[in-house]
């Protein structure tokens, strides 16, 4: 009976130090005498000592800052470049299998990647068509490690630095366009203004006695001013008018009175 207690114990033993916990975030890989024998899902698991061995594997979706970068554009611009990748492992056992350090790996891919994909893009593209560009190596990135297990959930490109010389150069090129876009504006406006007065002469040459009205609305405007002395010309229609009436009529006239 003793032996069989003795059993028993070395038993129990053997499975309390075989049991294994799996959070839900993570997943085990488990290998029977160095060979692959399955996945290892959330909860207790027994591992067997000895002939048996397992690898946890977070399944989380996992972030990497990809270290700054220097590359050369299509034009021949040096820039340095950042950015973040965030991926996520959906088989565990290609990422423990496949690859020796899936992480040093996604870093150094994206490095890769993101070097060449700025040297085949111009500067005005890189500055302007930045999603664009994160998705292109996104895409790329994804690709290449599907094989190892891990999905490229998205890329993105955090911060493009210029030199300074660079940098003012572009601000010169800017105020070169906003000087063109005034003077566009202006020479416009002009030509609206210049449409408008001609109207407005039509108008006014039409219509008698537009010309003294648009005179009187003016010395109006203008009397506001104090310090403004205004030099009133007679128009030609008043002058005609005094040459029918005969001064003596005119003296007679004031005689009576």
């Not at 930045?130 to 490109?157: F, H, M, Q, Y």
């Not at 008018?241 to 005689?255: G, L, M, R």
């Amino acid at each position: 009976m003793e032996f069989y207690w003795i059993i028993l114990i070395i038993i129990g033993w053997l499975i309390l130090i075989s049991i294994r916990q799996i959070n839900e975030y993570e997943r085990g890989v488990r290998f029977t005498l160095g060979k692959f024998s399955g996945i290892m899902q959330p909860g207790w698991r027994l591992v067997l000592p000895i002939i048996q061995s397992f690898k946890k594997v977070d399944v989380r979706t996992k972030a990497i800052d990809v270290p700054e970068q220097e590359a050369i554009t299509r034009d021949n611009i040096s820039v340095r470049i950042n950015a973040v990748i965030y991926y996520k492992i959906f088989d565990a056992g290609k990422v423990i299998i496949e690859v020796e350090d899936f992480k040093y790996a996604v870093s150094q891919l994206a490095q890769t990647t993101m070097r060449n994909a700025v040297g085949s893009v111009t500067l005005d593209e890189l500055l302007g068509q930045r999603d664009k560009i994160s998705t292109e190596i996104c895409n790329i990135i994804d690709a290449a490690t599907d094989p190892w297990g891990i999905k490229v959930e998205n890329t993105e490109l955090k911060d493009v630095s210029l030199p300074e010389d660079m940098k003012r150069v572009i601000a010169k090129v800017a105020e070169a366009e906003r000087e063109k876009m005034a003077v566009i504006t202006k020479a416009s406006g002009e030509v609206q203004a210049a449409a408008n007065l001609a109207e407005a002469s039509k108008i006014i040459s039409s219509a008698p006695g537009a010309m003294h009205l648009r005179t009187l609305s003016t010395i109006n405007d203008v009397s506001s001013d104090q310090s403004n002395t205004i030099i009133f010309c007679i128009p030609v229609e008043v002058l005609k008018a005094f040459e029918n009436i005969n001064p003596k009529d005119v003296i007679s006239q004031i005689t009576k009175k």
